[in-house]
């Protein structure tokens, strides 16, 4: 081991130098062998882990796909309006109904108006929140478990609740868009005479 050089100077440039590469070296071996250490050790020791970290894996990857069409319509979902335009849980119900989910009749939410859009789950639900929440564009942030906070008056057989707020209220449902019709006057053609 390098003793420090008692002298104020330090030491010369070259043998600091020298003396730092060395300290350098050492610690990149000393990593390199405990790499090696934590790789050899866990294949010898927990043969049966990997089967239960892959069925964990399986089992999140589960939870985080979006419903088929078929699972879509085993989902009874509520939208309630939750902002001051009207119309928009039909409009928003019809457009969930176009995609395969089985919606109940819309309904008004609890006052007062929401500025963000929410969807609220029931119990073992979360995987289909988040489908319906993505294909809207709300944040994972506003998923929450249906609670007596959420905001409607009765939360019973209901898988699903898509609150509407000011957000989405402001969007235009694509599928509820009337198609643009265009009028096309006849051609005419003045002759004059003359």
């Given at each position: 081991?390098?003793?420090?050089?008692?002298?104020?100077?330090?030491?010369t440039?070259?043998?600091?130098?020298f003396?730092?590469?060395?300290?350098i070296?050492?610690?990149?071996?000393?990593?390199?062998?405990?790499?090696?250490?934590?790789?050899?050790?866990?294949?010898?020791?927990?043969?049966?882990a990997?089967?239960?970290?892959?069925?964990?894996?399986?089992?999140?990857?589960?939870?985080?796909?979006?419903?088929?069409?078929?699972?879509?319509?085993?989902?009874?979902?509520?939208?309630?309006?939750?902002?001051?335009?009207?119309?928009?849980?039909?409009?928003?119900?019809?457009?969930?109904?176009?995609?395969?989910?089985?919606?109940?009749a819309?309904?008004?939410?609890?006052?007062?108006?929401?500025?963000?859009?929410?969807?609220?789950?029931?119990?073992?639900?979360?995987?289909?929140?988040?489908?319906?929440?993505?294909?809207?564009?709300?944040?994972?942030?506003?998923?929450?478990?249906?609670?007596?906070a959420?905001?409607?008056?009765?939360?019973?057989?209901?898988?699903l609740?898509?609150?509407?707020?000011?957000?989405?209220?402001?969007?235009?449902?694509?599928?509820?868009?009337?198609?643009?019709?265009?009028?096309?006057?006849?051609?005419?053609?003045?002759?004059?005479?003359?």
């Open positions: 081991m390098d003793r420090p050089d008692p002298g104020p100077s330090g030491g440039p070259g043998s600091r130098h003396a730092l590469g060395r300290g070296l050492v610690i990149v071996v000393a990593i390199v062998v405990g790499v090696l250490a934590l790789r050899s050790t866990p294949k010898g020791s927990n043969a049966a990997p089967p239960s970290s892959s069925t964990t894996t399986s089992s999140t990857t589960t939870t985080t796909t979006a419903p088929s069409a078929a699972e879509r319509s085993s989902v009874k979902v509520l939208v309630a309006n939750d902002s001051t335009t009207n119309g928009v849980a039909a409009a928003y119900t019809t457009l969930l109904q176009h995609a395969g989910w089985s919606l109940l819309p309904a008004n939410a609890k006052p007062p108006p929401r500025a963000t859009s929410a969807v609220y789950y029931a119990p073992n639900r979360r995987a289909d929140a988040d489908a319906l929440a993505a294909s809207l564009g709300i944040a994972a942030s506003e998923v929450f478990p249906l609670s007596p959420t905001p409607i008056a009765d939360t019973t057989g209901i898988d609740v898509l609150v509407v707020g000011a957000d989405l209220a402001a969007k235009t449902p694509p599928s509820t868009v009337p198609p643009t019709t265009t009028t096309t006057r006849p051609k005419t053609t003045t002759t004059r005479a003359g």
